[in-house]
Nanobody
Framework: QVHLVESGGGLVQAGGSLRLSCVAS????????LGWFRQAPGKEREFVAA???????????DSVAGRFSISRDTTTNTQNTVYLQMDSLKPTDTAVYYC?????????????WGQGTQVTVSS
């Protein structure tokens, strides 16, 4: 079992930055990819970014590539933290952002989800 807790959401003006954090804990967490999805009102949940268990290879949605950066702290076996640095934010980035953990491929829905954190970008 993996437990995910997000933080760092909030309200920001267009062009601004936010950094989301997700603490992932559980016995097998180090073996899983960690990533982020988002869901805007009235829309389906979509992939944003993910990083492999080793902390190396990453994947990004086309809509955020070049603006968002994902990283991972793997210093302990049972607790990892994944970060999403979001720069040059746009109003279209407004959504609830969910942390996700699971197996490959990187852009797939993993088995475990956090509760979500709201990101609102004003124009």
């Amino acid at each position: 079992q993996v437990h995910l807790v997000e933080s760092g959401g909030g309200l920001v003006q267009a062009g601004g930055s936010l950094r989301l954090s997700c603490v992932a804990s559980g016995g097998a967490v180090r073996a899983y990819k960690l990533g982020w999805f988002r869901q805007a009102p009235g829309k389906e949940r979509e992939f944003v970014a993910a990083i492999r268990s080793s902390g190396g290879r990453t994947s990004y949605a086309d809509s955020v590539a070049g603006r968002f950066s994902i990283s991972r702290d793997t210093t302990t076996n049972t607790q990892n933290t994944v970060y999403l640095q979001m720069d040059s934010l746009k109003p279209t980035d407004t959504a609830v952002y969910y942390c996700n953990a699971g197996g490959l491929p990187l852009d797939s829905w993993g088995r475990y989800w956090g509760q979500g954190t709201q990101v609102t970008v004003s124009s």
